[in-house]
């Protein structure tokens, strides 16, 4: 029996939006969703109350989240639903990683909110934190991306060396969804009208059948034309350490082109 999917969830429209596309995940996966969300007791409610209140207050907010779990848990088939989870912890992200590792989750699916570039709204969020620090792959679905089933994922690499175990994990996920993987590498100043040609790509260690390289100077914008002229249903990135997801999408850089993608973001960890 394969690991289940680990959903957290805060209730907003974008994390149902994220429901619907985890639940096709676990569908074509043929495994279920655990539900979680973390609750805790605003500042000011506990600052008004007396200490030996406090823990009436938590069980009723815990009672409270559960009972907004099975009614999203009624949403779908019975045998797509596993665990349902309401924990305390005053760091969400915190929550969701020690979850996600003591509960052995192939995956983490989460939603993004807003129709702004969906980094600047996980920069310093809890989509963020888990992102860069999940004990498995993660994806973070925008509130406006389609629910539809993943046939074309795009992988952009920067030819790092330790691409290897992503590239398996993503070649055994796509197989999984019967999706086909194009790899896909942004060039800020070399004319790479032909993959053949460049000479990076001739010197890649991983198997590929499908590898584009972009001639543009703003990675992002790259990758964005990409995706719409492929139609690709889901963008994957391998992030070693901060460099090449700060390159894509840090605040900075948001300001000359925001990254309005519109189709889900799948990161797997060094």
Known sequence: ????????????????????????????????????????????????????????????????????LGELAEEAPANRIGQLRADYGLFVYQEIIDVAGRGGHQ?????????????????????????????????????SAPVRPISHIAYATDFEPKDEKAVANLTELAARLKAKVHFVHVDREVDAAKTEAYKMVDQYPLPFSDFTV???????????????ERDIDALALFVPNRRLLERLFHRSFTKQMAFHTKVPLLVFRG
């Open 1 to 68: 029996m394969r690991h289940n999917i680990l959903f957290p969830t805060d209730f907003s429209p974008a994390a149902h939006h994220a429901f619907q596309y985890a639940l096709l995940l676990a569908d074509k996966l043929d495994t279920a969703l655990d539900l979680m969300s973390v609750y805790h007791l605003p500042v000011g409610d506990t600052s008004r109350v007396a200490p030996h209140q406090v823990d009436s207050l938590l069980r009723e907010k815990r009672a409270e989240v559960m009972q907004h």
């Open 107 to 143: 995956l983490i699916v989460m939603g993004t909110k807003g129709e702004r570039s969906p980094v600047q709204q996980m920069m310093g969020s809890v989509t963020t934190h888990t992102l860069m620090n999940a004990p498995c792959p993660v994806i973070a679905v925008p509130q």
């Open 214 to 228: 972009v001639a543009n100077p703003n990675p992002a914008e790259g990758i964005n034309a990409f995706i719409a």
